[in-house]
């Protein structure tokens, strides 16, 4: 996770806005359309749904022209998504701040809307608002999220929308740096150049899942480097040449060109929220929080368990009648099957699934063992695993035979958002960091579902759950619900 020090407006706004890239520029004027037609239609929906009529049609409700209404309201809650700086460059397209951003200036608009309202005793409609609100903020995320997946999109078909990155560190901090940008999907960084500080005398440096990136020399040639890759941003990764006035002088010189200048803290798989700048005699030190667990985040966590899974068991108990008797009409077996896994801190419990294998698949691993599929040999897995009965291959492939689990999320087993459900023989394996994924309930969905699911190794799979431990929020716990119906449909790395 890369850190950005400058102005301050939040560690992720810290760097003052200087050129652009044009993809940028680009890609904020569209959100800007976008979040005017977003609001527009929401109040207009309101208006249309509670009073029959659209705006510009006079209707009068008690002495409140609703037209008059939509509009002004319409034109606050434009100017708060904009106030609210949900269109920076530093949060646009990656990351849920820029929802968090999207979501806190309209809760304001209508929490102002509310005090106003009370002062002055205007008799606006509460249907009115009630529908515009969760209207709004529905097409607000829903347009964000259509406009960051044809970035996302666009960066992985043709390489556009990147911006081009130089990085200065030691050898080892540069590829670290490179392969982890390099990693995440869609990443909207390309590093273009590397500067070695040092006598070194590399030409270029070979990054796994990269390829060789050209060295243009120590960090006197930073600006050089700038210029010939034409870069939009240098990054500083670890290093024992640039610290105090080198970093100081090294701001000056980029902020001359218009070059944003990057810093790697060091503090990887950290995410924003949980770091915050502290000038302290003067040094800008960053503070890294501790993961919280409990109080109000976890209230907010075990409520949207229950509301959530109570509304799949219920909404959906005539699909799971129809799971359980194509189950128990197609094969021998119970219906369900359950299996220990391991859970919060470290306490074992009783998982619950559809059925998808034949009865004693359990017994004939060591027969398959040699088809494995998973590296290093901790977990089991084959793609065309010939234990799955016709239905459960089905049930697989849509997630399906996951919903008994729902169950366990009310038996406070598991949770909706989480580290992936781990195995007793898996835990005997695990070293003190992987040990780590026990601080929360694991989940029956999280990163590891909606990055790959069966497709990704055994390290990334961890990597991802300690990632989720490390940084778990309310607004993530939400993105990963909804990415999860993305990859369900899609029936990436299910088998």
Not at 75 to 85: D, G, H, P
Not at 366 to 380: H, K, M
Not at 403 to 426: A, C, H, T, Y
């Amino acid at each position: 996770m890369t850190a950005v020090y400058g102005r301050s407006e939040g560690l992720a706004d810290s760097v003052s806005v200087r050129k652009i890239p044009v993809w940028q520029r680009g890609y904020a004027r569209r959100l800007v359309v976008a979040d005017v037609v977003a609001v527009v239609g929401a109040v207009s929906l309101a208006q249309w749904l509670r009073f029959g009529e659209l705006p510009g049609i006079t209707h009068t409700y008690g002495y409140n022209n609703y037209t008059s209404v939509s509009v002004a309201i319409a034109a606050v809650w434009v100017m708060a998504l904009s106030i609210n700086r949900s269109r920076s460059p530093r949060v646009i397209g990656t990351g849920a701040e820029e929802y968090r951003r999207v979501w806190l200036a309209t809760l304001s608009v209508f929490g102002a809307v509310a005090i106003v309202s009370m002062l002055l005793k205007l008799e606006l409609a509460r249907g009115y608002l009630m529908i515009a609100l969760p209207v709004g903020i529905l097409f607000l995320t829903l347009f964000r999220w259509i406009a960051r997946r044809a970035v996302v999109t666009a960066r992985q078909k043709y390489g556009r929308y990147v911006t081009r990155v130089v990085v200065v560190g030691n050898p080892p901090a540069v590829r670290e740096l490179a392969r982890s940008l390099a990693r995440e999907r869609g990443s909207e960084y390309e590093v273009v150049g590397v500067c070695i500080p040092g006598p070194i005398g590399l030409t270029g440096i070979d990054v796994p899942g990269v390829g060789s990136i050209p060295n243009f020399g120590d960090e006197s040639n930073i600006v050089d480097a700038v210029t010939a890759t034409k870069s939009h941003a240098v990054a500083v990764a670890a290093t024992d040449r640039l610290h105090g006035r080198g970093m100081r002088n090294l701001s000056w010189e980029l902020e001359k060109l218009d070059i944003d200048l990057l810093v790697a803290p060091g503090v990887v798989e950290v995410a924003g929220p949980r770091l915050h700048m502290r000038p302290v005699a003067g040094l800008p030190l960053i503070h890294v929080e501790k993961p919280q667990y409990n109080g109000a985040k976890r209230f907010q966590k075990r409520l949207f368990d229950i509301v959530f899974s109570t509304m799949v068991l219920v909404c959906g108990f005539p699909v799971l009648l129809v799971i359980a008797l194509a189950v128990k009409m197609t094969s021998r077996g119970p219906i369900f099957y359950r299996s220990e896994r391991i859970g919060l801190e470290g306490k074992p419990f009783e998982m619950i699934k559809f059925r998808t294998m034949v009865d004693g698949a359990a017994q004939m691993i060591d027969g398959l063992r040699a088809l494995n599929e998973c590296e290093g040999g901790v977990l089991f897995k084959i793609r065309n695993d010939p234990r799955v009965t016709p239905v459960g291959r089905i049930l697989r492939k849509y997630s399906l035979d996951e919903l008994p689990q729902f169950i366990n999320v009310l038996k406070r087993d598991m949770s909706i958002v989480g580290p992936r459900p781990s195995l007793p023989s898996e835990v005997q394996s695990y070293d003190d960091h992987a040990k780590r994924r026990q601080l929360v309930r694991p989940g029956i969905t999280g990163l590891w579902q909606v990055s790959g699911r069966s497709d990704l190794s055994w390290e990334d799979s961890v990597r991802l759950d300690l990632f989720y431990v490390e940084n778990w929020s309310m607004i993530a716990d939400l993105l990963i619900a909804v990415k999860t119906l993305k990859a369900m449909f899609a029936h990436s790395g299910a088998y």
